[in-house]
């Protein structure tokens, strides 16, 4: 893997140089876009708007809009905004790992410490794992601030970027009724079927079904077959009764 940030986590006056790393992969199919008379594949260009002509990407810089005129922004510029975040994912304060609301999370990435046997590395990762706790920071990547907490996965430290608060919407947008009634005998035959469906987690089971089944028609197709559409089926219900629903749904859960 190649490192995407290079800079230290700060830790009280403890500073622990790492290298962060992606921790995802996209499995997403690569799909080009084609003009549909000849297949031929479309390009996309960087085009100066007043010459019409291509600019390489070397002769590109980043600009912000400022009174109809635009303030030419470089690399030194983003650093000197905030050189410190630049460089250090200072952890700011501790909080319960479990506080922390799924819908924040945005993306993750391995950390791994610049120089073999760091035990301040270890320190920090065993005490997260003992505490229950992830360290709440700030730190610039790719030229944008992100809020993110320290945690611990297995043996390493790993970065999750979250969102502002900010940027979650509220709810009170939305239209809901929160005037319905839901009997106790409906609460509990609900509670029965989410017991009935509990395991422990293992994500390691669920698979990209979907990718490998668009494969199957890429490859279908390929070789110059009629690739089959399965059609999607409703499942039957024989009640419109949601207790009599839930009874059932117990009922062929046992079946199964």
Known sequence: MRSIWTGSIGF?????????????????????????????????????EHTKKEVPYDKIVKGYKYNDDYVIIEDADFEAASP????????????????????YYE??????????????YALLLEALKKSGKAGLARFVLRSTESLCIVHPVEQNIVITRIRFAQQIRDQKELSLDEDITVSKKELDMGLALIN?????????????????????????KAKG???????????PSKSN?????????LQSKKGA
């Open 107 to 120: 993306s993750s990435y391995y950390t791994q410490p610049a120089t073999k046997k760091n035990k301040a």
């Open 84 to 103: 410190e975040k630049s460089k250090v994912i200072e952890i700011e304060n501790f909080v319960d790992l479990d506080s922390v609301n799924p819908m």
């Open 196 to 220: 009935q469906y509990a395991e422990p987690l293992d994500l390691s089971k669920y698979k990209d079904q979907y990718h490998d089944e668009l494969m199957k028609i890429i490859e279908a």
């Open 12 to 48: 009280g006056l403890v500073s622990i140089p790492i290298k962060l790393f992606s921790a995802v992969q996209e499995t997403r199919l690569d799909l080009d876009m084609l003009d549909s008379r000849d297949h031929a594949n479309i390009k996309f260009m960087r085009v100066n």
């Open 241 to 249: 009764d949601l207790y009599d629903q839930l009874l059932n749904s």
């Open 225 to 235: 077959k009629r690739p089959t559409i399965k059609k999607l089926k409703p499942k």
